[in-house]
């Protein structure tokens, strides 16, 4: 389906369907812990993300953001290889002039 696209469309993509991911077990955490504790379900939502709506949003543009660089190397390894992005990240390159 990606195979055609830009790789930035995949890596967007991907990278969006894992935050939502990650969201919904943090919500099913937090049920899971407010069920344990005996709080009802407003008070275990009440202490996601920080406690308030502005602290939860910035939370997940943070967690996206870590998140796109992940995505962004296995997209770019899938293309290239992974051996080779290995080899270009890890060992010591050569200059063309140098001997």
Known sequence: ???ALPLIWPT???SFVFLLLL????VLEEFIVG????RAIADSLAEMGGGTVDQA????VV?????????????????????NLIRVFFYQR???GRA
Request: net charge negative; proline share 2%.
């Open 12 to 14: 967007l993509h991907k």
């Open 94 to 96: 050569h200059s063309a």
């Open 23 to 26: 969201i919904v077990l943090n």
């Open 35 to 38: 069920a344990i504790h005996h």
């Open 57 to 60: 949003v910035a939370t997940a």
């Open 63 to 83: 967690l996206w953001l870590v998140l796109v660089p992940l995505f962004a190397f296995t997209e770019l390894g899938e293309i290239v290889g992974e051996q």
């Open 1 to 3: 389906m990606h195979k």
